[in-house]
């Protein structure tokens, strides 16, 4: 499992995801942006992850895999979206406004933190529910041939 292609695809839906709440924005003049977004991110990339692999070895990663996966993507998921707080913290006037408040960084840490930690276990699972989809196909593909 690669986890380069995981902080691509990671980062690849989180600029998709801007694009559709902007267009949406810009469009409908309605914010369709929540904190649950937060998490697709790390559960897409998962999923490409678990797909991608099962494609190379034919097969179902073992579980130790799974959980050793998860602990090094969330990893890469904490240090993206603490220079992506960094960032938007520069641009977006709210999260500007929070850090200046007296407990307003312990809190911003502690829910990226929690976020980090939700992402661990659905990147386990999604990572999971990749590969069986990817060799379900795989399987159909080769009883239609």
Known sequence: ??????????????????????????????DISNSGMAIIPAM?????EGQSFARAENRLPESPEMWRFARRA????????????????IAVPEIAYMLRQPNGAVLLLLAILFQTL????LMRL???????????????????S
């Open 118 to 121: 939700v992402s661990f276990f």
């Open 74 to 89: 969330s990893v890469i998921v904490l240090g993206l979206t603490m220079m992506s707080a960094a960032v938007f913290s």
């Open 1 to 30: 499992m690669k986890l380069g292609r995981f902080a691509v695809v990671y980062l690849a839906t989180i600029v998709g995801m801007l694009v559709i709440v902007l267009l949406v924005q810009a469009i409908a003049r309605f």
């Open 126 to 144: 999604f990572l999971a529910s990749g590969a069986k989809s990817a060799l379900k196909a795989a399987s159909r593909k080769g009883d239609r």
């Open 44 to 48: 897409v990339a998962a999923l490409v």
